[in-house]
């Protein structure tokens, strides 16, 4: 099955600070890529879609300015956590799915997102 | 009310038995209906996807949907230790977004 990792799996870091947070397809190209927030016990939030080459879509609630997203290549989104806060701790995770062309899918297929293995951001 | 609701357990049974997960959700649009498994610090991994109502089985796993009661399912059968996690259900329409139930965790003790 399809690959995606994340790097780092883990960070902690002081309040002010930035963070960026890298997800990779190692086995296939993604033009679009998902970004998650999971806070404890509580489900998988979407934060933004990444399309490559073009801005990310936020979700409403999601500050732009704050979790900036880079999606340079087909097997690269960076998400960047600028002036982390304490309340910004959270597990973050991609995910991304391969792209056909349209219609060449029925639609009972569902084109799967895989996802990373997530990155825990501790700010303290 | 949440667009899926799901009950967050814990849910605790021995090994062998049969296991019942359920979402409910509000957004009639909802056409694919998913199950995810999430092992802890780690990020979830599909099981099962079930397009528009009925049933698929796959193994010792059974997804349900019935749209008319907007109620999925997932059964395990024969339920081993390894089975322990946390399972997601996810849905969405016709866009790219999903959307998640808060997740059920799952213990199988032997």
């Known amino acids: 099955g399809a690959v995606v990792s994340q790097h780092p799996s883990w960070v902690i870091c002081k309040s002010g600070t930035s963070v960026k947070i890298e997800c990779r397809s190692l086995d296939f190209q993604a033009t679009t890529m998902f970004w998650y927030r999971q806070f404890p016990k509580q489900s998988l939030m979407l934060m933004a879609t990444s399309n490559e080459g073009s801005k990310a879509t936020y979700e409403q609630g999601v500050e732009k300015d704050k979790f900036l997203i880079n999606h340079a290549s087909l097997t690269l989104s960076t998400l960047t956590v600028t002036s982390a806060h304490p309340e910004d701790s959270s597990f973050y995770i991609c995910?991304?799915?391969?792209?056909?062309?349209?219609?060449?899918?029925?639609?009972?297929?569902?084109?799967?997102?895989?996802f990373g293995p997530g990155t825990r951001l501790t700010v303290l | 009310q949440k667009e899926v609701e799901q009950d967050p357990g814990p849910l605790s049974v021995p090994e062998g038995a049969i296991v019942s997960l359920n979402c409910t959700y509000s957004n009639s649009a909802f056409q694919y209906f998913m199950w995810y498994r999430q092992y802890s610090r780690k990020g979830p991994e599909l099981l099962m996807y079930t397009y528009s109502s009925g049933n698929k089985e796959d193994g010792r796993f059974t997804a349900q949907v019935d749209k008319s009661s907007k109620y999925i399912s997932l059964f395990i059968r024969d339920s081993q230790p390894s089975d322990s996690a946390t399972y997601l259900c996810?849905?969405?329409?016709?866009?790219?977004?999903?959307?998640f139930g808060t997740g059920t965790r799952l213990q199988v003790f032997p």
């Open positions: 996810a849905m969405s329409g016709n866009t790219d977004k999903l959307i």
């Open positions: 995910s991304a799915r391969e792209e056909f062309a349209s219609g060449s899918l029925p639609k009972s297929s569902y084109n799967e997102q895989f």
